[in-house]
């Protein structure tokens, strides 16, 4: 079955620090890959996405990530995290059994230090 | 930017009641979901609708559940006897015919009392 895991439900980083969200999935062919923001009040954002080619991938608010088929892994990263960015982040698997439609994970909280 | 707009932003319910929950999908989009994310836990899939007709809904959407596009703007999540179990934050996305990306909105939190 197809599931999507992001161990980290709460991390804290300092301002100006790097950052990185990890988010592992399950599914039996390339799916299609994408990183959501929420900010509270506000509805889900998409960062980025990654369907196919370049398994690096630029998004917005200067965030990337990676998708490495061997570890089933698509990782987001950003060089210098700014106060703003505190929001909870969540990856998401588009695949299409019986119809097309989304698995997410559970989420997490980044909490960004002044 | 087009946006997809979700009212009420916060429901409150006695147990047993009728919610409807409203959502104003994109324009030009033909694909409309519902999710619910209960707190702590995932956020899940409900339910899929296409040509004025559920494509796919999950064990989730009972009997008690039901969609409904009413004119052509408006996509409706009616639960008809709330539960406690029910109080979640509940997502309405849309999509394009030929599309893979989901627009979401910024959610209604439900809370059954």
């Known amino acids: 079955a197809q599931s999507v895991t992001q161990p980290d439900i709460h991390i804290t980083v300092s301002e100006g620090a790097s950052l990185e969200l990890r988010c592992n999935y399950s599914?039996?062919?390339?799916?299609?890959l994408f990183w959501y923001v929420q900010s509270p009040g506000q509805g889900l954002q998409l960062l980025l996405k990654?369907?196919?080619?370049?398994?690096l991938v630029q998004g917005i608010k200067g965030f990337e990530a990676e998708f490495k088929r061997s570890q089933s892994s698509f990782n987001l990263r950003k060089p210098s995290v700014h106060w703003s960015d505190a929001a909870e982040y969540f990856c998401?698997?588009?695949?299409?059994?019986?119809?097309?439609?989304?698995?997410f994970g559970t989420g997490t909280r980044l909490k960004v230090l002044a | 930017e087009p946006e997809v707009t979700q009212t009420p932003s916060h429901q409150v319910t006695q147990m047993g009641q009728e919610v409807i929950l409203r959502c104003v999908p994109i324009?030009?989009?033909?694909?409309f979901y519902w999710y619910r994310q209960i707190l702590g836990q995932k956020v899940e899939f409900l339910v899929s609708?296409?040509?004025?007709?559920?494509?796919?809904k999950s064990e989730i959407f009972d009997d008690q559940f039901s969609v409904e596009r009413p004119d052509g703007s408006n996509f409706t999540l009616k639960i008809r006897s709330t539960k406690l179990e029910d109080s979640a934050m509940y997502f309405c996305a849309s999509m394009t015919e030929l599309g893979n990306i989901q627009y979401f909105g910024a959610g209604t939190r439900l809370s059954v009392l």
């Open positions: 599914y039996g062919a390339t799916p299609y």
């Open positions: 324009s030009n989009h033909l694909y």
């Open positions: 609708f296409y040509n004025n007709e559920i494509s796919e």
């Open positions: 998401a698997v588009g695949f299409t059994s019986g119809t097309y439609k989304y698995i």
């Open positions: 990654y369907f196919s080619g370049d398994t």
